[in-house]
């Protein structure tokens, strides 16, 4: 059962417009959240995270949006650049629960349009 | 360079073989996690290491075996391998026992291929 979804496998954007990037959960356990970014051949790399008590946090082009009662956080990009491109993964841990490990969704492939 | 070894970078095998996955953590850290990542699929979290002891386990097969040594350095043994075993193998790092503000640090992965 998976417990972080994200349920686009592919996103297509064209440069300079907003890119977003949606993750649910189910664990209601989860209080923290990051988006991890990977090109090929590399690691996945952090970008952003949120605590369960912000709605939302913001660092440049990048800010994620938590929405609890409903489950769901997005990653909005702005503006979105050639560079941009990569997959993207959702991840969440319950670290008020025992500081559970990462669990992360199959991530979404995001590609920006010259 | 993230500060997380991961070696070798590439594996190929046969079926039935075994094989050791190895991993420095980043200086400094403590915990050491492995995923896994199969064609289509998320990063599977298989087992934490935290200080030489095992902290959490996740789903990992009873092929695979798991130990961090004194120098904090990880090996994840693959046996009795099958053609479903080919993935990439991630290894990840924290200072503590879960994840940073920022999360884990990862290695560039291993890439094994069983044929």
């Known amino acids: 059962d998976q417990q972080v979804k994200q349920n686009s496998p592919s996103l297509s954007v064209q440069e300079g417009r907003i890119s977003i990037l949606n993750c649910d959960y189910t664990?209601?356990?989860?209080?923290?959240f990051l988006w991890y970014k990977k090109y090929p051949a590399e690691g996945p790399t952090f970008l952003i995270s949120?605590?369960?008590?912000?709605d939302k946090n913001e660092d440049g082009r990048f800010t994620v949006f938590l929405n609890k009662s409903a489950k769901h956080l997005s990653l909005h990009i702005v503006p979105s650049q050639p560079g941009d491109s990569a997959v993207y993964f959702c991840a969440a841990s319950g670290r008020n629960s025992g500081n559970t490990p990462l669990v992360f969704g199959k991530g979404t492939r995001l590609s920006v349009i010259a | 360079d993230s500060g997380v070894t991961q070696t070798p970078k590439h594996l190929i095998t046969a079926t039935g073989q075994r094989v050791t996955l190895r991993c420095s953590p980043r200086?400094?850290?403590?915990?050491v996690y492995w995923y896994q990542q199969s064609l289509d699929q998320g990063l599977q979290f298989l087992i934490q290491?935290?200080?030489?002891?095992?902290?959490a386990k996740g789903n990992i097969l009873e092929r695979f075996s798991a130990q961090q040594f004194p120098d904090l350095h990880s090996e994840l043994n693959l046996s009795s391998l099958e053609l479903g075993d080919s993935a990439l193998y991630f290894c990840?790092?924290?200072?503590?026992?879960?994840?940073?503000?920022?999360?884990?640090?990862f290695g560039s992965g291993t890439r094994l291929t069983v044929v």
């Open positions: 990840a790092s924290s200072e503590g026992q879960g994840p940073s503000n920022y999360g884990y640090t």
């Open positions: 664990n209601s356990m989860f209080d923290y």
């Open positions: 949120i605590s369960s008590i912000k």
């Open positions: 290491y935290y200080n030489g002891e095992e902290r």
């Open positions: 200086s400094g850290d403590l915990s």
